[in-house]
């Protein structure tokens, strides 16, 4: 069953090669290492005779950790990140679709007029400002943050 899991992120590897990546083959990704990690498991409380109740705990703490750590990392910017830097074609119409964190990726390769590639048919991503505390997101923080930033080495001499 690992060998499968490793066949199948390989033939993914493949698909991100050629075509890019989404957000469901980065999902698929993850997905793909739980199971891998959720198999290693098994095999462990299998080859040390531990108790169901031992597995379940540590394959619960392994999502919940996973969870945890996927609400700090902005998806659509690691895809702009990933398709903008590899391949020399992208599929910008899908980027222009994404949210407002594909921005900084895109002001990275394009400049200043990266709004210009989405062209008008298009969503064009925009910041959005939290009106009050309960709106306000860590990463909306870090993209306003990471923005402000490049907008100021944009105008240093």
Request: proline content about 4%.
């Amino acid at each position: 069953t690992l060998a499968l899991v490793f066949a199948s992120v390989w033939r993914l590897e493949a698909y991100v090669d050629i075509y890019g990546l989404t957000r469901l083959r980065l999902a698929a990704y993850i997905w793909m290492g739980l199971v891998a990690a959720g198999l290693c498991i098994v095999a462990w409380q299998i080859w040390r005779d531990r108790p169901a109740v031992w597995m379940l705990l540590r394959s619960g703490a392994l999502g919940a950790v996973v969870l945890y750590l996927c609400t700090f990392f902005s998806f659509d910017g690691a895809i702009a990140r990933h398709n903008l830097s590899r391949h020399a074609e992208p599929d910008i119409h899908m980027l222009c679709d994404l949210s407002e964190d594909v921005i900084p990726a895109m002001a990275a390769r394009f400049g200043p007029g990266w709004a210009a590639q989405c062209g008008t048919a298009y969503h064009l991503p925009r910041i959005s400002h939290p009106a009050d505390w309960r709106e306000w997101g860590f990463r909306n923080w870090r993209l306003r943050r990471s923005l402000a930033a490049m907008t100021i080495e944009a105008t240093a001499p």
